[in-house]
């Protein structure tokens, strides 16, 4: 049951598009191991090393711009990455995450306040986070999201309710 995530933070900037998530020239892998050693490598081409199961990344506004891919989501759930917190996400970006199992959370305040190497511990029931003593609010997660994160995406979700015997 997802409730509470604790995690070694990373703080990038605004604007984080998908290209830079993960870059166009990779498109042809499919393997989401073989993506996930090309996370973030546009900010850093030895970021994805440094990537540990677990990790939240902190952004500032508009994280996932840029095109549609779904292959952005994929690689950071592939390395690890726990949790996205941000001031804002592309819409896009935003349900591609949903729907392959990757939490994202909307609260500026909290993005704001994380400095790499932090220890952050983020509560979806209760919609709080931490970043040392300094606790941030956000609403907490719709039960229907909080099934989706925890049957690992909404194709998981939709074929346990199938196989329960009910209506997706």
Not at 129 to 151: A, N
């Amino acid at each position: 049951m997802i409730q509470n995530l604790q995690g070694r933070a990373w703080r990038l900037g605004d604007d984080i598009d998908t290209d830079v998530i993960y870059p166009g020239r990779y498109l042809p892998l499919l393997d989401p191991a073989e993506m996930a050693a090309h996370a973030l490598e546009g900010i850093d081409p030895e970021f994805p090393g440094k990537l540990r199961p677990g990790d939240i990344l902190a952004a500032g506004k508009n994280f996932g711009c840029g095109s549609s891919r779904e292959q952005a989501a994929t690689c950071l759930k592939s390395a690890g990455v726990s949790c996205v917190i941000a001031r804002s996400f592309s819409r896009i970006f935003f349900r591609n995450a949903v729907n392959l199992g990757l939490p994202l959370i909307e609260c500026g305040e909290a993005a704001d306040a994380v400095k790499t190497g932090d220890t952050v511990t983020v509560d979806f029931r209760s919609g709080t986070i931490r970043v040392g003593e300094r606790s941030f609010s956000f609403p907490p997660l719709p039960e229907t999201v909080l099934s989706i994160l925890e049957e690992g995406g909404l194709i998981n979700s939709i074929k346990k309710r199938i196989a329960a015997g009910e209506k997706p």
